[in-house]
């Protein structure tokens, strides 16, 4: 059973910075476009960022342009999510997600891992 499993949450200062990782097992990792997204129960679910399958495209939400950065390892079956300038606004349950596609064009993602956290405090 290919599962995504994320890393690299917690607890961090306004201002400060994380990088999340996220590890592909017993799926194919390198032909799919591969995106964050993050979870609150006052929001619910948002887009953070995607990637095509050998990292040519990007996509961002507004809210990080700038902040956040996506990126990928296709030979460690590793995906990456490096935030910046992090702000309380950012506190929520990360995760990421395999599209059904190469491309970052189509809304269908389905493999998800099972998220990891990160609290951005003021």
């Known amino acids: 059973q290919g599962q995504l499993v994320e890393s690299g949450g917690g607890l961090v200062q306004a201002g400060g910075s994380l990088r999340l990782a996220c590890v592909a097992s017993?799926?194919?990792?390198?032909?799919?476009?591969m995106g964050w997204f993050r979870q609150t129960s006052k929001k619910g679910r948002e887009f953070v960022a995607a990637i095509t399958w050998n990292g040519g495209t990007t996509d961002y939400a507004d809210s990080v342009k700038g902040r956040f950065t996506i990126s990928r390892d296709n030979t460690k079956n590793t995906l990456y999510l490096q935030m910046t300038s992090l702000n309380p606004e950012d506190t929520a349950v990360y995760y990421c997600?395999?599209?059904?596609?190469?491309?970052?064009?189509?809304?269908?993602?389905?493999?998800w891992g099972q998220g990891t956290t990160v609290t951005v405090s003021s």
């Open positions: 997600a395999r599209n059904a596609y190469a491309g970052i064009n189509t809304d269908r993602w389905n493999y």
């Open positions: 017993g799926l194919q990792f390198s032909a799919y476009a």
